[in-house]
């Protein structure tokens, strides 16, 4: 489940094969060859990922679950055929319990706005990490405040690394839901989700839990995690953007209200009445991202071309290598030590602000990301106003991080 | 190409490095605070006015070697100016910053003297809020305004 738990098979990978797969990974960035090491915030896309969505447009457009002409029978079979490829991707029991959205926070939002207001009501709780983006603690704080109920925040050490036993004490009659970040985008955390899934569940409390930041780095099983609900993007997986997925248990998804209203979502209307339809469809008002979902199953193809446990187990030697060569250099303080993490590698420089960093990063053709990354109470917890970050994937190489610390090395050359 | 020393002078990293009028003045009469969501920078502009007159001013806060030095070099360059100087002052900043041509360049040079040195922010436009915040914070105690400044 971990990165950790597997071991590099640097052998069996064949970055420079798949660095061919990624045609903007041959850009010339401010005159260099470029460095992307700002995956976190979203992927490169390979070739097979572009054609699917190029033939897709060529060959398959219609709109689906509508037409009885033949292109719309086949763009309603190649979308179905994409939620049958990520739930096996993510082993959900059926497939209808995968629901389309427009990305990660998307699908937060939908289960604040439907299982939250049906479940949430006045002196109500709702838990949360102090680890967690934006999007993980803004939707439950607008339900919180037009229900009356109050949010919870599980605090984190300063390694990073969620407080369990503090995260146990906050578990009260009063939690309705927890809501908590597989991966922190932040720290690069691999919170324990299954053990704090229990945890919950020894209680009566389901567990939403954000996975934009695992899915693309670790292989995701959300009924060994036991998830209720667990949302992720394409677009940070190398699928494409405005696509997403929320996975839900069908029991909880069949009793939720229905979150926007519209074609698609509907099983009769007149103006007196409206029957939704069924799950998933009840949850995917209007033409959905048809073209996305045929990138997505593309991305989830190419990921399982190489194998979800070889760009684990890269990514970790990667991150491995840069977490030591970037903590010899001096005046570098690493940002999230946890012991188990994946792919972020969050620093500061001692005296230089991030922005200059990465100004001068990027004059070498080197992307990171500086910021706060969408998590400004992980920067509050330690008392930063912003880190530099670095995120790796599958087709990253050890020289790049080589690149990464030549250009910290002219950073402090300029700030000298 | 833009070169990294054309945005890094000597003059902005000293500056950014030991920021002059880094204080809050004791007789400050109004203040304004701004903020960069984007990258964190938060500075509070304090003035100390005198009618129409800048007779003080200082500045405390947290940002980068660009909004720092513009920071500081602003406080240097308003001091003892009116109001509308320093509104004069600010939009052609702006317009050196934002890479806005003007009929007389050397005019230009001349009316902002050392604050020419921002000229290389032009190259970097991810970097123009970064220059401009302080200035930004500046018009807002200026108008005697309440509410925070952000860039966004």
């Not at chain 1, 405040?145 to 605090?155: C, D, F, I, S, W």
């Not at chain 2, 800048?54 to 947290?62: S, Y």
Request: glycine share 8%.
């Amino acid at each position: 489940m971990t990165a950790t738990a597997v071991m590099p098979e640097k052998a069996t990978l064949d970055v420079e094969k798949i660095r061919r797969d990624f045609p903007i990974l041959h850009t010339q960035a401010r005159g260099h060859n470029l460095v992307y090491l700002d995956n976190a915030a979203t992927s490169q896309k390979p070739q097979s990922v572009i054609d699917a969505l190029v033939r897709y447009y060529e060959s398959g457009n219609a709109n689906i679950h509508r037409g009885v002409h033949y292109l719309s029978e086949k763009a309603t079979l190649e979308f179905e055929e994409g939620r049958k490829a990520v739930q096996r991707f993510i082993n959900t029991a059926d497939s209808s319990e995968i629901i389309f959205t427009r990305g990660t926070t998307e699908a937060i939002n939908l289960v604040a706005q439907t299982y939250g207001r049906a479940h949430v009501g006045p002196g109500d709780e709702v838990l949360i990490t102090a680890m967690e983006h934006h999007s993980n603690i803004v939707p439950w704080q607008i339900l919180c405040e037009e229900k009356g109920a109050k949010l919870r925040v599980a605090p984190i050490n300063d390694q990073g690394e969620l407080i369990v036993d503090e995260f146990a004490k906050l578990l009260s009659p009063k939690t309705k839901i927890v809501g908590l970040s597989h991966v922190s985008n932040a720290l690069g955390t691999v919170n324990p989700v299954k053990r704090l899934i229990a945890m919950a569940h020894a209680k009566g409390i389901p567990v939403l839990v954000d996975g934009a930041q695992a899915v693309p780095h670790i292989a995701v099983d959300v009924r060994n995690l036991d998830a209720d609900f667990y949302a992720f993007s394409a677009h940070k997986m190398y699928g494409p953007t405005g696509i997403g997925v929320l996975y839900g248990k069908k029991a909880l998804l069949e009793a939720m209200p229905p979150y926007q209203g519209g074609g698609d979502m509907i099983a009769s209307v007149t103006f007196e009445k409206t029957t939704y339809n069924k799950v998933p469809h009840k949850f995917e008002a209007g033409t959905p991202d048809m073209a996305g979902v045929v990138g997505l199953k593309a991305a989830i193809e190419y990921m399982q071309s190489i194998g979800t446990d070889k760009i684990a187990a890269h990514e970790h030697d990667l991150l491995e290598y840069a977490t030591k060569k970037l903590s010899a250099l001096p005046g570098i303080r690493v940002i999230g030590t946890a012991a188990d993490k994946a792919s972020v590698l969050s620093f500061v420089i001692e005296d230089v602000h991030p922005h200059d960093i990465g100004t001068i990063l990027d004059q070498e053709g080197i992307a990171v990301r500086t910021g706060h990354h969408c998590a400004q109470p992980v920067m509050d917890r330690f008392c930063i106003p912003a880190t530099v970050r670095a995120s790796f994937a599958v087709y990253n190489t050890r020289a790049e991080v080589d690149a990464l610390v030549a250009g910290i090395r002219k950073v402090r050359e300029v700030f000298a | 190409m833009p070169e990294l020393r054309d945005l890094y002078q000597e003059v902005i990293l000293e500056h950014s490095k030991a920021p002059r009028n880094y204080k809050e003045p004791a007789h400050s009469n109004h203040k304004a605070e701004g903020y960069n969501p984007l990258c964190g920078d938060r500075f509070t502009v304090y003035l100390e006015m005198d009618g129409d007159t800048v007779r003080d001013i200082g500045f405390q806060g947290a940002g980068c070697a660009i909004s720092k030095a513009s920071a500081s070099m602003m406080t240097q360059t308003v001091k003892g100016k009116t109001k509308a100087e320093a509104q004069k002052i600010f939009e052609r900043f702006h317009d050196l910053v934002t890479g806005h041509t003007h009929e007389n360049d050397e005019q230009l040079q001349a009316e902002l003297g050392k604050l020419a040195v921002f000229s290389g922010v032009s190259e970097f436009p991810m970097r123009v809020k970064c220059a401009t915040l302080a200035w930004h914070t500046l018009e807002a105690a200026l108008e005697g305004k309440q509410e925070k400044v952000s860039t966004e």
